[in-house]
């Protein structure tokens, strides 16, 4: 192993070379080096014509992250998990077709390193089928300019499957908290432990370079056999990164409570406010059942354990997070990902082993566009990608999904006051439309497999049948013809509206412990 600084790592990475990062977001991410191949890059115009690959999205939507490779000339393709950190001038590059660009199941792409790693003929799997994924839709591609067929549908065993064949990583970047003398790196001060590890192997399989970002070096000898989470032998080189560039999160420097070192009172984490998003957040956790492992998504569902531990049953609860964390409160905003009071961090891929295999009994995720079949659209909008994320491997194989959101977007407004929702304003954007613009949850296969599926919004709750969407509840204070049906694309199955619980929308609710069957701790 050969410490280096990060202005030297241009000079280790070929033109047309294929680099596999590590991070999600800006968690875990080797933002230093990525910073020192911007500057070899516009200093010298080398390395270019770069592939890139990630597991999630990669950065922090502004000055961190993909950013750095959003040049012309540097990149030639890039392939991720999600897009929606990249920042607007990467987005504007895969957009214009600048870049070939191509978007698949977080899962799957973690899943994916441990063939490389292992030199299989590739991943199999049944996610994706029936989804943007799938070959027979969009196959992933995310403009015209993608070159390649990098997903195909085959058949094994008289069923169809979503195979991914292998590509060559020539150079590994990731990130750790501390290296010894031998290039062994530890994993403490970070929130997730993601593929690190699967990363480095992958690259390491292929006669790929392995570059590591950490915080300081140690004398050999100094770590724990155990803290070691990527052997020396996988490590070719090691950059220190100054503490701007190393964040723990997009909103955090460092948290302790954030990596399992300390725990924090749950009544000192702030309430939401009473709004639309705790209204939907206190309807989604009715749908929680003691003791059942749930998944959570960003966003509104992320409120669903905010509200449970305001209602004191938190201790009832088995909340997961796809980056491979189980247990506590999980965090939000530029925080998600995370979590407090974590019973357990694994890495992401064996976390998507147990979704993929039926290990989650429910799943929280969001909404954006909802067609009268029930497929769900949260990965393109007007043409623009943003990313699946987990989305596609959670909903292929959890038999509960609750999808979350605001009825209408752009400008929404309401009061929530007295026992009942008044719209003060109406969005500009409709979400329940004729026809979802990309397929990022297929209704009709999850019908036809007997899910059992939710839609909540503020104002109206559906189900999903095998007819189609069917409203089943809306909010007191809301007009059906006026405030529900007038802003749909469609009209849903009506056979027995009910009114939302009134007490949602109190000040006040209480009402958690008893809808689970349970006294509040």
Same mark, same amino acid.
């Given at each position: 192993m050969k410490i280096i600084s990060a202005d030297e790592v241009g000079t280790l990475i070929a033109d *047309?070379?294929? +680099?596999? =990062?590590g991070g999600l977001a800006m968690t875990s991410l080797p933002e230093e080096i990525l910073k020192g191949l911007e500057r070899a890059f516009l200093a010298t115009g080398h390395p270019r014509r770069l592939s890139t690959w990630a597991c999630g999205a990669i950065g922090n939507s502004g000055d961190g992250g993909m950013v750095h490779f959003a040049h012309p000339g540097m990149i030639k393709r890039t392939v991720a998990g999600h897009f929606g950190q990249t920042g607007k001038e990467m987005m504007k590059m895969v957009y214009d077709g600048e870049v070939e660009a191509y978007n698949f199941p977080q899962g799957s792409l973690s899943h994916l390193l441990r063939h490389i790693a292992g030199r299989t003929p590739g991943l199999l799997t049944k996610v994706g089928l029936g989804t943007f994924v799938d070959p027979r839709l969009e196959g992933g591609k995310l403009n015209a300019t993608c070159s390649e067929d990098l997903v195909r549908l085959v058949e094994f065993a008289g069923e169809e499957w979503l195979h991914y064949p292998c590509p060559k990583i020539d150079v590994a970047i990731i990130r750790g908290t501390l290296a010894d003398e031998d290039g062994n790196i530890t994993l403490d001060k #970070?929130?997730? /432990?993601? #593929?690190? =590890? %699967?990363?480095a192997q992958a690259a390491r399989a292929c006669g790929g370079v392995v570059i590591v970002q950490v915080e300081r070096v140690v004398a050999s000898g100094s770590l724990h056999p155990k803290a070691v989470k990527v052997p020396g032998v996988l490590v070719d080189y090691v950059v220190i990164g100054k503490p701007e560039n190393h964040m723990q999160s997009i909103a955090t420097q460092f948290d302790p409570a954030l990596c399992g070192d300390l725990r924090v009172p749950l009544n000192s984490l702030k309430p939401m406010a009473l709004d639309e998003r705790k209204v939907i957040a206190r309807r989604?956790?009715?749908? /929680?059942?003691? @003791?059942?492992? %749930?998944? /959570?998504? +960003? @966003? +509104?569902?992320?409120?669903?354990? %905010?509200?449970?531990?305001? *209602?004191?049953? %938190?201790?009832? =609860?088995? =909340?997961? +997070? *796809?980056?491979?964390i189980s247990g506590g409160v999980p965090a939000q905003l530029g925080d998600f990902g995370l979590a407090y009071n974590a019973e357990a961090i694994i890495e992401q891929s064996s976390q998507f082993d147990f979704y993929d295999g039926g290990g989650l009994d429910a799943s929280f995720l969001g909404l954006a566009q909802v067609d009268a079949s029930g497929n769900v659209n949260v990965s393109k909008f007007s043409g623009r990608p943003v990313g699946c994320g987990?989305?596609?491997?959670? !909903?292929?194989? !959890?038999? !509960? /999904?609750v999808f979350c959101g605001t009825f209408t977007a752009g400008g929404l407004k309401v009061e929530v006051e007295d026992g009942k929702l008044t719209i003060v304003q109406e969005g500009k954007s409709r979400k329940f439309i004729e026809q979802v613009e990309q397929v990022t949850f297929n209704g009709l296969d999850a019908a036809l497999r007997r899910q059992n599926v939710l839609f909540v919004t503020e104002r109206a709750v559906f189900k999903l049948t095998a007819e189609g969407l069917e409203l089943t509840e809306i909010a007191p204070g809301v007009d059906l013809q006026r405030d529900v049906l007038a802003h749909m694309g469609f009209t849903p199955i009506m056979r027995d509206v009910r009114p939302m619980d009134a007490a949602l929308f109190q000040a006040s609710w209480g009402g958690l412990a008893a809808v689970l069957g349970q006294a509040p701790a």
């Open positions: *047309e070379a294929t +680099i596999f =990062l #970070e929130g997730m /432990l993601l #593929e690190q =590890l %699967s990363i989604a956790a009715c749908e /929680l059942t003691p @003791g059942a492992v %749930s998944n /959570l998504g +960003i @966003g +509104i569902p992320a409120g669903v354990p %905010s509200v449970a531990a305001e *209602e004191g049953v %938190s201790h009832l =609860l088995k =909340l997961s +997070i *796809e980056s491979g987990g989305f596609v491997n959670i !909903t292929r194989s !959890t038999p !509960t /999904l």
